[in-house]
């Protein structure tokens, strides 16, 4: 039977629900069992598509083409999970539902409400999405993880938090249940003397069992760690006992949440709630994850932590992009570069240009704005221009590639950034003044980059090309040689304009090679320049499919060449390690339930450690090209 574990959150937004859920699930999936997650946004929105990531940070994408909030990527990178587009709900799915429901006359006439209607339409969601696969097995999950959006409180969450209340009876006989339980997530402040208050927590606790949701576990997130007359305090207040209080201080890496969760002793606590009989845990006397030796299921994780916190070199690689001042917005981005630095032995250092300072009118308007910009740019090892829409800043995008293609620094363009390398190279090597894009000019006279015939350019929320999409490489190149000298691999895409097929001989005529293209060859995926230390994009996003045991391979083949190691990497005989395996000798998850005596660890010796580099699975459905009516 699943067992249902509900995050909710207090105090403020953003106090860290996500990570924590993750790492959360990462405990139980150490100890053998599956997990999904699912992340509930009480917004009328559809879906995530349309928002500008000034709003919620970036659009993930799912292998699906659901597009999501940005937690469902901590859930999938932590968990290295695959989940779907139903493991995000939002109120505007759950009434679009209900009301499609009512026009075909599912009610038989009756009045439809918030409860019962619109209550018992998310718990059957729920329940049917936490049955849903997510680890390439058809086994349904152990655990589901359910993190409630927003602040407790809130009005437009309110519908959710009565849901959960009658979830509780759905699943179990109530409160207290070994099948659902609640974690609370509240921000403890702190004074400008140190004084650790608990007011907020208590009162975001008490509105919340006023809803009918009494926590389990409470959760606060803080600068220091509590002490143990605030725990106490808490506890008393909160109707838990103090070891139920857990504290999740500032730490100097996400890595590192896992760890503090476990060395509070979650895991027997979850154990002892949920019953969950199945778990494998540290026996009495065993070393704790703390210690130095400690070789438990979670030996693997703390080797990534220990290993990112110890880095000394750096490497400075610029990001060009149009969303700067919120890093949220390039959160998978920032990630996948972290995983490759820390597989390469760097530490990354990471400057924000934003694209349009670099521009010729930011010349003229603020000339100081403008040298910074550029003097930032011109001391990176490595240039990275990531995806984006509408037309503001794409001149910057063009001069940074410009940058990088003519003075040699490594370049890794994505979606956007794939398209603005073409369209530099049209305009500086082919000599097509005025190429551009018909997204920015629709009546340019050499449009190298064209919308897409079956896509709608009226109706934006979710038409563009999406999900997951197999690209076939058509020569041998640095590329294929990162992945793994595979024919073939699949990716997430996200995009609405393509390059223009009519042009691609006049490109590789003149040495800017599409080294891989979509599975009728029409579509233009990946490209690549010779006579480069590395200028590769694609029109995929790769950072999407990025984990941190698991680096992905154009990520990684762009921080060896800012590091100056692809080179080397390059004249390796085919078949040798690409990455290196930082993980000990065991994987996180057997994909067999062990059979072992619950006092051991897993058996793991089903599992072969991951193919370096890479080797992506071939296993996505495919679109087809439609010619424009």
Same mark, same amino acid.
């Given at each position: 039977?699943?067992?249902?574990?509900?995050?909710?959150?207090?105090?403020?937004?953003?106090?860290?629900?996500?990570?924590?859920?993750?790492?959360?699930?990462?405990?139980?999936?150490?100890?053998?069992?599956?997990?999904?997650?699912?992340?509930?946004?009480?917004?009328?929105?559809?879906?995530?598509?349309?928002?500008?990531?000034?709003?919620?940070?970036?659009?993930?994408?799912?292998?699906?083409?659901?597009?999501?909030?940005?937690?469902?990527?901590?859930?999938?990178?932590?968990? /290295?999970?695959?989940?779907?587009?139903?493991?995000?709900?939002?109120?505007?799915?759950?009434?679009?539902?209900?009301?499609?429901?009512?026009?075909?006359?599912?009610?038989?006439?009756?009045?439809?409400?918030?409860?019962?209607?619109?209550?018992?339409?998310?718990?059957?969601?729920?329940?049917?999405?936490?049955?849903?696969?997510? /680890?390439?097995?058809?086994?349904?999950?152990?655990?589901?993880?359910?993190?409630?959006?927003?602040?407790?409180?809130?009005?437009?969450?309110?519908?959710?938090? &009565?849901?959960?209340?009658?979830?509780?009876?759905?699943?179990?006989?109530?409160?207290?249940?070994?099948?659902?339980?609640?974690?609370?997530?509240?921000?403890?402040? &702190?004074?400008?003397?140190?004084?650790?208050?608990?007011?907020?927590?208590?009162?975001?606790?008490?509105?919340?069992?006023?809803?009918?949701?009494?926590?389990?576990?409470?959760?606060?997130?803080? @600068?220091?760690?509590?002490?143990?007359?605030?725990?106490?305090?808490?506890?008393?207040?909160?109707?838990?006992?103090?070891?139920?209080?857990?504290?999740?201080?500032?730490?100097?890496?996400?890595?590192?949440?896992?760890?503090?969760?476990?060395?509070?002793?979650?895991?027997?606590?979850?154990?002892?709630?949920?019953?969950?009989?199945?778990?494998?845990? !540290?026996?009495?006397?065993?070393?704790?994850?703390?210690? &130095?030796?400690?070789?438990?299921?979670?030996?693997?994780?703390?080797?990534?932590?220990?290993?990112?916190?110890?880095?000394?070199?750096?490497?400075?690689?610029?990001?060009?992009?149009?969303?700067?001042?919120?890093? /949220?917005?390039?959160?998978?981005?920032?990630?996948?570069?972290?995983?490759?630095?820390?597989?390469?032995?760097?530490?990354?250092?990471?400057?924000?240009?934003?694209?349009?300072?670099?521009?010729?009118?930011?010349?003229?308007?603020?000339?100081?704005?403008?040298?910074?910009?550029?003097?930032?740019?011109?001391?990176?090892?490595?240039?990275?221009?990531?995806?984006?829409?509408?037309?503001?800043?794409?001149?910057?995008?063009?001069?940074?590639?410009?940058?990088?293609?003519?003075?040699?620094?490594?370049?890794?363009?994505?979606?956007?950034?794939?398209?603005?390398?073409?369209?530099?190279?049209?305009?500086?090597?082919?000599?097509?003044?005025?190429?551009?894009?018909?997204?920015?000019?629709?009546?340019?006279?050499?449009?190298?980059?064209?919308?897409? !015939?079956?896509?709608?350019?009226?109706?934006?929320?979710?038409?563009?090309?999406?999900?997951?999409?197999?690209?076939?490489?058509?020569?041998?190149?640095?590329?294929?040689?990162?992945?793994?000298?595979?024919?073939?691999?699949?990716?997430?895409?996200?995009?609405?304009?393509?390059?223009?097929?009519?042009?691609?001989?006049?490109?590789?005529?003149?040495?800017?090679?599409?080294?891989?293209?979509?599975?009728?060859? =029409?579509?233009? =995926?990946?490209?690549?320049?010779?006579?480069?230390?590395?200028?590769?994009?694609?029109?995929?996003?790769?950072?999407?499919?990025?984990?941190?045991?698991?680096?992905?391979?154009?990520?990684?083949?762009?921080?060896?060449?800012?590091?100056?190691?692809?080179?080397?990497?390059?004249?390796?005989?085919?078949?040798?390690?690409?990455?290196?395996?930082?993980?000990?000798?065991?994987?996180?998850?057997?994909?067999?339930?062990?059979? @072992?005596?619950?006092?051991?660890?897993?058996?793991?010796?089903?599992?072969?450690?991951?193919?370096?580099?890479? @080797?992506?699975?071939?296993?996505?459905?495919?679109?087809?090209?439609?010619?424009?009516?």
């Amino acid at each position: 039977m699943t067992k249902y574990i509900l995050v909710s959150g207090g105090v403020i937004s953003g106090v860290g629900k996500g990570v924590i859920s993750s790492s959360i699930g990462m405990l139980l999936k150490a100890q053998g069992l599956r997990v999904t997650s699912i992340k509930v946004d009480p917004y009328l929105n559809i879906d995530a598509g349309t928002f500008s990531p000034y709003e919620h940070g970036e659009v993930y994408v799912l292998d699906d083409g659901g597009e999501c909030d940005l937690d469902l990527g901590n859930y999938e990178r932590f968990l /290295d999970i695959t989940l779907t587009r139903d493991s995000n709900i939002t109120t505007g799915k759950i009434y679009k539902h209900v009301m499609d429901g009512e026009r075909r006359g599912s009610y038989l006439g009756k009045t439809v409400q918030v409860v019962p209607h619109i209550t018992n339409a998310i718990q059957d969601w729920v329940e049917r999405v936490a049955k849903l696969p997510t /680890d390439g097995s058809d086994i349904p999950p152990d655990v589901c993880i359910i993190e409630l959006g927003g602040t407790v409180g809130d009005i437009e969450s309110m519908p959710f938090v &009565e849901a959960f209340r009658q979830f509780q009876f759905r699943v179990g006989d109530g409160p207290g249940n070994p099948s659902f339980l609640s974690v609370h997530v509240s921000l403890v402040p &702190e004074t400008t003397d140190h004084e650790q208050k608990t007011k907020p927590t208590q009162h975001s606790i008490r509105e919340l069992r006023g809803l009918g949701i009494s926590p389990d576990i409470v959760i606060c997130r803080s @600068k220091n760690e509590l002490g143990e007359k605030v725990k106490s305090k808490l506890a008393m207040f909160c109707h838990v006992t103090p070891s139920r209080v857990v504290s999740v201080h500032d730490c100097s890496s996400i890595y590192r949440v896992p760890l503090l969760l476990e060395s509070q002793n979650l895991l027997h606590i979850l154990k002892e709630r949920l019953q969950l009989d199945k778990l494998v845990l !540290p026996g009495e006397g065993e070393p704790r994850v703390e210690d &130095e030796d400690y070789a438990g299921p979670l030996a693997e994780w703390k080797s990534l932590a220990d290993r990112y916190e110890s880095l000394t070199k750096t490497v400075k690689i610029v990001l060009v992009g149009k969303y700067t001042e919120l890093s /949220d917005a390039y959160a998978s981005v920032i990630k996948a570069l972290r995983h490759s630095c820390v597989q390469c032995n760097r530490k990354l250092e990471l400057l924000y240009v934003e694209a349009h300072d670099l521009e010729a009118t930011t010349l003229e308007t603020d000339p100081e704005r403008y040298h910074k910009a550029w003097g930032r740019l011109v001391t990176g090892a490595g240039v990275l221009v990531p995806g984006g829409f509408g037309t503001r800043g794409l001149e910057g995008k063009i001069a940074a590639v410009h940058w990088a293609r003519t003075k040699k620094v490594p370049f890794l363009g994505i979606c956007l950034g794939f398209q603005m390398a073409v369209i530099e190279y049209a305009r500086n090597v082919l000599g097509w003044e005025g190429a551009h894009t018909t997204e920015a000019v629709p009546d340019t006279p050499h449009p190298v980059i064209i919308d897409m !015939p079956e896509i709608s350019q009226t109706i934006m929320g979710g038409t563009q090309r999406l999900g997951k999409r197999r690209t076939v490489f058509n020569r041998e190149c640095v590329t294929k040689n990162l992945y793994g000298n595979v024919d073939s691999v699949d990716e997430r895409h996200r995009h609405r304009y393509e390059v223009n097929p009519k042009n691609v001989a006049a490109f590789e005529e003149r040495g800017l090679h599409f080294v891989g293209k979509d599975h009728e060859g =029409e579509r233009m =995926e990946i490209l690549e320049l010779d006579e480069h230390p590395y200028f590769c994009a694609a029109q995929f996003h790769p950072e999407f499919l990025s984990r941190p045991l698991k680096p992905h391979p154009m990520f990684y083949g762009f921080i060896l060449a800012s590091c100056g190691k692809l080179a080397s990497f390059l004249k390796r005989a085919p078949g040798s390690s690409a990455i290196q395996d930082i993980r000990p000798s065991s994987p996180l998850v057997s994909p067999e339930r062990s059979t @072992k005596s619950p006092s051991k660890s897993p058996d793991f010796s089903a599992f072969e450690k991951v193919p370096s580099p890479l @080797k992506f699975s071939a296993t996505a459905e495919h679109g087809e090209r439609k010619t424009k009516v």
